[in-house]
């Protein structure tokens, strides 16, 4: 089963390096392109389903998407591909977050039982991401292709897993609008690509200019 993962596009809190978490920001109209980008990448492949976070940015990336493939597959809006519940600390920086909350800010990369105040832990946001990912992987018919628009903490979560890194964070980059894609076949996932972004090089160039 050929399975691709791909990160919405920017947003201004993505920009600021603001924690969004599970509050609904729109795209930015940089990630309105990033997202037209990806499409015309993948305009000429072939999916069963797109799976999308119902999240705003997410669910504008994935219509973006669709909206430039010559063949689109049905589109299925899920909850439980949001991204990790960050409470207190959504809208804030990292710095902003560090000067209020020190301790926990020390603790952030750990796993387990530990939540950001009124957020959610890392082992009930890493559960519902491979629950909903089995659910569907398990439901396509022949091993069809997937199409997955998501978080880059959802990737982060099922790369975790697929690629065992164990509870540790996965020391992977993922950007707005990249592309990973991987192959499953029951009991191992290949990575062919990884968090690809070739198809952004015309907007890199005009945002530099």
Not at 70 to 91: D, Y
Not at 149 to 167: D, K, N, S, Y
Request: charged share 30%.
């Amino acid at each position: 089963m050929k399975v691709v993962l791909v990160r919405h596009g920017i947003t201004e809190w993505n920009a600021q390096r603001r924690f969004q978490g599970q509050t609904d920001v729109a795209l930015s109209a940089l990630g309105k392109l990033q997202a037209r980008a990806v499409g015309r990448r993948l305009r000429g492949d072939s999916f069963a389903a797109c799976i999308a976070s119902d999240l705003r940015r997410a669910r504008e990336t994935a219509e973006a998407i669709l909206a430039e493939m010559a063949q689109p597959p049905p589109l299925r809006l899920e909850p439980e591909l949001r991204e990790m519940h960050f409470g207190a600390w959504e809208g804030l920086t990292f710095d902003e977050i560090a000067e209020r909350w020190p301790e926990e800010t020390a603790n952030f990369r750990r796993q387990g039982l530990w939540a950001p105040p009124d957020g959610e832990t890392w082992a009930a946001f890493d559960a519902r991401v491979r629950r909903s990912f089995d659910r569907h992987c398990s439901a396509s018919a022949n091993g069809d292709a997937l199409l997955y628009v998501v978080h880059g903490g959802v990737i982060h979560a099922l790369l975790r897993r697929l690629m065992r890194f164990g509870g540790g964070a996965a020391p992977i980059r993922i950007d707005p609008a990249g592309v990973t894609e991987m192959e499953l076949d029951g009991e191992s996932a290949w990575v062919r690509l990884l968090n690809d972004r070739c198809h952004l090089d015309e907007l890199d160039a005009i945002e530099t200019a």
